[in-house]
């Protein structure tokens, strides 16, 4: 299925973000660097391709920066085009600076990012993303 696109005139186009299948945990991939225990991924009410939000917990032992990797595949499908893709780490509970914004990949099916900080265990770790197509 082809995402909607549309513009900020468009009745329903991708800018409105009450369209849209709601994202679901098993959308996100979290790489090894978030711990090798089961990890906690919660995802915020309301959210949908174009933005939302994910809570992480970082389990068990192992953590490492370079690869406390982030990847959502879009629910809806792929965008005609690469979209602008965008996340932040909004708050964490280990009293790191929040607010960091995070280097972006973005694909026509997915948006990646790296956590800025290393994870610690037991810490919850909430992103949001916003995606403009």
């Known amino acids: ?3 909607n696109q549309g513009n900020s005139s468009t009745s329903g186009g991708r800018l409105d973000g009450s369209i849209g299948t709601a994202s679901t945990s098993a959308a996100f991939a979290l790489g090894v660097g978030w711990g ?7 995802v915020s009410s309301g959210s949908k391709d174009q933005r939302g939000a994910i809570a992480i917990t970082s389990v068990g032992s192992n953590q490492a920066q370079a690869t406390a990797d982030v990847t959502y595949t879009f629910m809806d499908g792929a965008y005609a085009s690469t979209p602008f893709g965008y996340a932040v780490l909004h708050t964490n509970d ?3 600076t929040e607010r960091q914004p995070t280097a972006v990949v973005t694909t026509t ?5 790296r956590n800025s900080v290393l994870p610690v265990a037991t810490k ?10």
Do not use: C, P, R, S
């Not at 090798?36 to 919660?42: A, I, M, Q």
């Open 1 to 3: 299925m082809a995402q």
């Open 36 to 42: 090798d225990g089961t990890l906690v991924k919660t």
């Open 94 to 96: 280990n009293a790191i």
């Open 109 to 113: 099916t997915a948006l990646a990012w």
């Open 124 to 133: 919850i770790y909430t992103f949001g993303w916003l995606v403009i197509a």
